[in-house]
């Protein structure tokens, strides 16, 4: 049984009061775990005193699924400036170190629910336990070589649940393992209509184009040369990213990435970028590449 002060810690985790100088701890890096919303507010503002209270008690009731971080735009304006908050209150909200959703103005009660239990429901529900435990076994099939095991195993377990998108996933990715991409990305073309913006299904089609990418991949040491003779080659640089990638050197090619960002971050339409979300996409939320690569991006955005 929680007493009154664990109680209170924990409303304090849930919601808190944010400024510019944790909002890096306090969104981009909490929206690893959970789906982080920001309220853009202000004291004086009457519509925003209308729109906290529903907010908050919409995330409470979310019972930990979501947090919310409450920022007063008088104080701290940097973050405001950067995402281009020009009427308040507004609100964002961020999954995994991005911006993912929000809107502006005061809603009513009703609106303000569905809009975070949608959000609440980006970081997924837990699976059956029986279902569970098999794709556990098919995870464990595939991190051993057992690829062909691993797609057995997951084609079944769609044969009982044709909607788990774990289990489209774990299918997807057990073809990319035994070299059949075109097999990977048809069965991804397949998946029903109602899953198809699930986070794990979204992860496999950056793990497939990239998978494609890597088939055009140059040789290393060349590029390697080419970047070292000519710094600002960016077309060099990006393409010694595309081939470290495909030689298993993420951090590398995610370091290169950041390079490529720092230097000129508008270059090919922001191509830096959009290729390193494709790498983050493809990779575990917690993992230390994506965690960090995540950071450092960020830090350069928000500068």
């Excluded at 909200?93 to 103005?105: E, H, K, L, S």
């Excluded at 073309?189 to 899953?195: D, L, R």
Aim: aromatic share 6%.
């Amino acid at each position: 049984m929680l007493e009154l002060g664990d109680t209170q810690a924990a409303a304090t985790d849930l919601i808190k009061d944010g400024t510019d100088a944790s909002f890096m701890k306090d969104v981009i890096e909490a929206s690893q775990e959970v789906p982080v919303i920001v309220d853009f507010w202000a004291q004086w503002c009457g519509p925003c005193k209308t729109l906290g209270p529903a907010i908050e008690q919409a995330v409470t009731n979310a019972k930990g699924r979501v947090k919310l971080v409450k920022i007063d735009v008088d104080a701290n304006q940097a973050y405001a400036g950067q995402l281009q908050v020009q009427s308040i209150p507004t609100v964002y909200a961020f999954y995994q170190g991005r911006p993912v959703d929000g809107f502006q103005g005061a809603l009513p009660p009703s609106q303000v629910n569905e809009f975070v239990t949608k959000i609440a429901a980006l970081a997924g529900e837990g699976e059956d336990d029986g279902l569970g435990a098999a794709i556990e076994a098919a995870e464990q099939m595939l991190d051993e070589g057992a690829a062909a095991d691993a797609a057995e195993t997951f084609a079944a377990i769609l044969q009982e649940d044709p909607n788990n998108a774990t289990a489209y996933a774990g299918l997807v990715r057990a073809y990319l393992a035994l070299g059949d991409v075109d097999q990977a990305e048809a069965i991804l073309n397949g998946a029903p209509a109602e899953i198809s913006t699930d986070p794990a299904l979204e992860a496999v089609h950056a793990q497939i184009t990239l998978a494609k990418e890597a088939a055009n991949a140059g040789p290393v040491a060349e590029l390697e040369a080419a970047v070292e003779a000519a710094p600002d080659d960016h077309q060099a640089r990006f393409d010694l990213a595309t081939a470290l990638h495909a030689n298993g050197k993420v951090q590398e090619a995610v370091d290169q990435l950041l390079e490529l960002f720092r230097r000129d971050r508008e270059w090919n339409d922001g191509a830096a970028k959009t290729q390193l979300f494709k790498i983050f996409d493809a990779l575990e939320a917690k993992d230390p590449i994506v965690l960090n690569g995540r950071r450092k991006l960020s830090s350069m955005i928000f500068a």
